[in-house]
Every structure is written in structure tokens, then in C-alpha cells.
């Protein structure tokens, strides 16, 4: 009966509210947290930006780019190990999370929210994409990951006999990554508002760096979650979101495709709503934040598990709890 209890009292719960007071404590932490002698890793799968000087942490993606500049001779060496093990982990911080990781604990990905939730408040309107941009738009976080995994390479080994690329490149994402820039200014370090002039290379590499801040800024405050779309850390999360402990599953016999769900969705999902054969829902845009769960009204049409237990499912009297009685609460609008 206790059991039963815990788990309506879930059900019918705020989760967004919750994710809110997370997300604040995990800017804290990831921005401020050195300061406070806490160390996490460097192989996160987020952006806790190494050039954050209060970072307890580092974004997986730096330390691979560093690990890859080097020659195919190296790579095919003890040194391939080393890359393997930074790999593994990686997958093991990622493990617990899945894509929660962007929804919950990513800076740059509350910040995003921060951004919407000021936009709202000055009362602008947000942006959708259309159904084909939004396809086409799902290209480019894969092109970014695979480019930042072959220009490291590139700089010390020859393709098809194509001349190597500037060592000025060396860690490609991270210096066009907004988080380089802009996490820093929340420390007063505006050390990285700067164009280098060492050479050509790190002139362009580093002016296009500025340029992405800038568009991250007017993206995000147009669009929810804008430079989510463009990050090759979600596309890399998403090649291993089967594997994840925590899960979003849906039962499409339950389902009566209301919209609900696609609609209160940050990143405007319609296969949330329109797919009812798969099982995992998690798509390569999802960050896992569980809007949809409080926007469904049918009893158990989506899930979010932790394995197999079920930890927080949709129902009737849990949307209404949510949408109905709270005047404040932002319900799936058409």
C-alpha cells in the first residue's frame, strides 16, 4: 500500500518543476563546483567546458579530439587502449542518465531554457520548424560529430594523399563550441572573447567561434533549445540511448494520438505522437526532459523507466492535477 502511495504521488507530481530546481543545482555545480574542491571526470556527456575555471569537470568531446591528433600508426598502439578506456568512460556516466544528461544536467542546455523562459516573461513568440526542415535539420549534429572526429586525424595523417590540415584545427568543436565562450562570462573570464592570430587556421577557427556565440544567443531566444539541434553530443548520445538505464517507453495501444505530447515538446517531436509501434521513443532530438509524460492524459501510454521499473508514468489524474487545477503550469497548447 506504501509502494502504491510513493508511486501516485510520483505520477501525479511537477516533474518540471522539479527539473528546474536539478537544473539550477547542476549549473552550480558544473560552473562553480571547482571552487568547492568537487571533481567529476573528464569524460562527461554534457558540456561541463574545461575552460570554465570553477568546472569540477570536462565534456567527453575535448579529451577525444585530443586523443585523436595523432597518426594511425599511434591510434593502432597502446594509445588505441587509452582511447577505448576514455570511451568506456564515458558510456558509464552516460549509462545512468541516457539523454537526461541534456535535459537535467547540461549547462549550456539550461541555459537555453533560461534564455526561452526570459523571452516568454518579455512575451515574444517562439518558432517551430517545419516537418521538412526538421528532418533535414537532424543531418547536421552527425556531420559536426563526424568532423570532429576526422579533422583531429586529419592533421596528422593524409587522406587519399590530401595534404594534412593545420595543427591550428587540433580541437576542431571546441573551438567553435558557444560553451567556450560564453559558461566562462558566468565566472567574469572573458579571456575567451578573443580571435587568435597565431595563423590563419586559428584566425578563422576562432572568429568562427564568436560568430556561433552570437547566433547561440539570438537562436536560443527564437527558438527553444536552438543549438540543440546542431550538437553533436546529442547525435552521440542517441548511437548509445538504447543502452541507457533510464528509459522513455511508450504503449502505442494507449495512445489516441491527442498531440499532447508533440506539443508541449521543446524540440517540437511529432513521432512522439505519431508512432505508436515503437516501444523506445527516444529520438536523436530528445533530451529526455518528460514533458510528455505530464501532457499525456491516457493511463500508462507513456513511461519513463529505469530498466524495467517503472518510475514515472502517464495518467488521467495526473494531467489533470497538472493542467487543470494549476493556473501558472503551461499546458500542451495548439
Known amino acids: ?69 595523432t597518426t594511425w600508426s599511434s591510434i593502432f598502439s597502446p594509445r588505441g587502449i587509452s582511447i577505448l578506456k576514455s570511451l568506456g568512460i564515458f558510456l558509464i556516466f552516460f549509462l545512468f542518465l541516457n539523454k537526461a544528461w541534456c535535459g537535467y544536467v547540461c549547462p549550456l542546455g539550461t541555459l537555453q531554457d533560461w534564455i526561452t523562459r526570459l523571452r516568454k516573461s518579455l512575451g515574444f513568440s517562439f518558432v517551430r520548424y517545419g516537418e521538412v526542415r526538421f528532418k533535414k535539420l537532424k543531418v547536421i549534429k552527425y556531420l559536426i560529430l563526424f568532423l570532429l572526429i576526422l579533422i583531429p586525424l586529419a592533421i596528422n595523417n593524409s587522406f587519399f594523399g590530401a595534404p594534412k590540415l593545420p595543427h591550428g584545427m587540433h580541437t576542431p568543436f571546441c573551438q567553435i563550441c558557444p560553451a567556450r565562450i560564453i559558461l566562462p562570462l558566468f565566472n567574469g573570464d572573458t579571456s575567451q572573447i578573443f580571435v587568435d592570430f597565431t595563423d590563419r587556421s586559428t584566425i578563422i577557427m576562432t572568429s568562427l567561434g564568436l560568430i556561433v556565440a552570437a547566433i547561440f544567443f539570438v537562436g536560443s531566444f527564437v527558438k527553444k533549445r536552438f543549438f540543440c539541434f546542431f550538437c553533436p553530443m546529442s547525435a552521440l548520445q542517441f548511437l548509445f540511448s538504447k543502452i541507457g538505464f533510464l528509459r522513455l517507453i511508450k504503449d502505442g495501444d494507449k495512445c489516441t494520438r491527442c498531440g499532447n505530447c508533440s506539443r508541449v515538446c521543446d524540440v517540437g517531436i511529432t513521432a512522439i505522437a505519431d508512432d505508436i509501434l515503437s516501444k523506445n521513443i527516444v529520438k536523436d532530438d530528445c533530451m529526455m526532459c518528460f514533458k510528455c509524460v505530464e501532457a499525456c492524459p491516457e493511463e500508462g501510454a507513456l513511461k519513463v523507466k529505469v530498466v524495467s521499473f517503472d518510475l514515472f508514468s502517464a495518467t488521467e489524474e495526473g494531467f489533470f492535477k497538472r493542467y487543470g487545477q494549476d493556473k501558472d503550469y503551461e499546458g500542451p497548447k495548439k
Open 1 to 69: 500500500m506504501q509502494k502504491f502511495k510513493i508511486k501516485k504521488y510520483i505520477d501525479n507530481s511537477n516533474v518540471s518543476r522539479f527539473r528546474f530546481w536539478i537544473q539550477l543545482l547542476s549549473f552550480f555545480i558544473f560552473v562553480y563546483g571547482g571552487y568547492f574542491f568537487i571533481e567529476i571526470g573528464s569524460r562527461l556527456p554534457m558540456f561541463s567546458c574545461p575552460y570554465v575555471q570553477g568546472s569540477p569537470g570536462g565534456c567527453y568531446l575535448i579529451g577525444v579530439q585530443h586523443e585523436l591528433n
